[in-house]
């Protein structure tokens, strides 16, 4: 392998101190800034994501990596972490957050560590596993993402084997024989069996995710199977096509392949709102995948996915309300999205759930993206919103939920001064607003500080016109 050249090496290095630089210069106006543009944290978020790959990609240098690596856990060490994004089993920032059978969340390394030498239990209740299976923390890394770039944390990638793997000539044979199966001169039984085919190897290998990425006319093939005479209504091959498209989504150059075909985000559209439970889960799942790329985020809103979305938040089973929702989050990031959300009904189902203590996590997070857009904002107040927020602030254990709490509370208030007489209630009888401006996260003592401020300037005004 040729090395790089002393030039080579000193554009790289370059490039790097430009990076980091304009990654500083954004992450400081995020963190001083109350009204950030979607702008700025898009543009850190590329800032960090081109670093990411200097550093990492391509080097070969295991000494520079190492060095890499411990910069950045010197960075984690000096701030605190969340204790929910820490896993419970090394008690560091989770680099590839999981969920296990009992709903726990871990890293994937240390879990997979943990079930590798025999242990059938979860870590943290101790109860046995009905099965092994990981599933992604799709919701937790993304919040974790977000706060790396708030914090300028630089988090190290997983270490893992790489994605693509050793494409074998079995897995070759393997996806022309599916394909074979899947043309149109093959039975309704043989495509039905091609296409669950694909969904169970799609999900067992990574190389083979790669391989099926690769290969141009895999995506197009698998939707001109739900075009078949005889299968078209069939909520099995609905459920395997969706979940195939979910399996592929979830290796990163998949994504745009997946996103570009014209009929793919329609499909999983349409599957939010015919397909059987597990099959709008696994679309939801699948959109907010896909959504990791921005190009991808504005196609999803466009194309209609908002309100098929929040109605899975509303009325889905567990899971599949965890699904949306953190689709709803991601889609969101996207400035054109949030008032998508708005309109498709989003801040009565979100407040409806922190009501009934129902995902509140995932309901504070997407409050606090929405609460950029007036619409929200204004909604937000004439749905009883206030004492709702005033409550996470005085009661919850989260620092987390207290921040995006504050961070709709400020505001709000920035936008409707009566509101301020509830705030001022608040206050005067429990002094959650001042806590929090004092042991609250560094955004959350920002937010709270403003809010004091707004309602004393407001007390003073009132008493001077009396």
């Not at 069939?234 to 459920?239: A, G, S, T």
């Amino acid at each position: 392998m040729a090395k790089s050249g002393p030039a080579e090496s000193g554009l790289a290095a370059a490039r790097v101190g430009e990076l980091k630089k304009e990654l500083r210069r954004l992450v400081r106006a995020i963190a001083e800034e109350d009204d950030s543009r979607i702008d700025t944290f898009e543009g850190a978020a590329r800032a960090l994501a081109a670093l990411k790959d200097l550093r990492f990609r391509g080097s070969g240098n295991s000494n520079g990596a190492l060095a890499s690596q411990r910069k950045g856990e010197s960075e984690i060490e000096a701030v605190v972490v969340p204790e929910h994004f820490l896993c419970p089993i090394s008690a560091e920032l989770m680099r590839d957050p999981v969920v296990v059978a009992s709903g726990q969340t871990y890293d994937r390394a240390f879990i997979e560590e943990w079930l590798s030498s025999g242990n059938r239990t979860c870590p943290q209740t101790q109860r046995v596993l009905s099965d092994t299976t990981l599933t992604p923390n799709h919701l937790v890394r993304s919040m974790i993402s977000q706060w790396c770039i708030e914090h300028g944390v630089t988090l190290p990638p997983p270490d893992q084997e790489q994605e693509e793997g050793l494409i074998t000539g079995k897995e070759r044979n393997a996806l022309r024989r599916i394909f074979d199966k899947m043309s149109s001169s093959s039975s309704v039984p043989q495509q039905k069996q091609a296409v669950r085919e694909l969904r169970l190897l799609t999900k067992r290998n990574r190389s083979f995710r790669a391989l099926v990425g690769a290969n141009p006319d895999t995506i197009p093939q698998l939707l001109s199977v739900l075009s078949a005479p005889g299968l078209r209504c069939d909520p099995e091959v609905q459920e395997d096509t969706v979940t195939t498209i979910l399996n592929l989504s979830i290796h990163d150059s998949n994504k745009k392949t997946v996103g570009d075909n014209p009929r793919a985000i329609p499909l999983l559209i349409d599957a939010l709102q015919t397909g059987t439970m597990e099959t709008r889960s696994n679309a939801a799942a699948a959109l907010f995948s896909l959504s990791a790329l921005d190009c991808n985020k504005l196609k999803i809103g466009e194309s209609g996915a908002m309100k098929p979305l929040v109605e899975l938040l509303e009325q889905g089973s567990p899971s599949a309300k965890k699904d949306a929702g953190s689709a709803i989050f991601n889609l969101c990031m996207v400035h054109e999205n949030r008032a998508r959300a708005v309109r498709g009904g989003a801040v009565g189902v979100v407040l409806k759930a922190i009501g009934h203590h129902s995902l509140v996590d995932e309901s504070l997070a997407i409050l606090a993206l929405l609460s950029s857009d007036q619409d929200a904002v204004e909604e937000i107040a004439r749905a009883g919103g206030v004492p709702r927020l005033l409550g996470i602030v005085r009661d919850s254990p989260c620092a987390r939920n207290k921040e995006n709490a504050a961070v709709v509370l400020f505001a709000i208030c920035m936008h409707d001064r009566t509101k301020l007489r509830e705030v001022g209630e608040e206050e005067e009888k429990h002094g959650s607003i001042s806590r929090l401006a004092q042991n609250g996260t560094s955004r959350a003592r920002r937010k709270a500080a403003g809010i004091i401020d707004k309602w004393k300037r407001a007390s003073r005004s009132t008493h001077y016109s009396c």
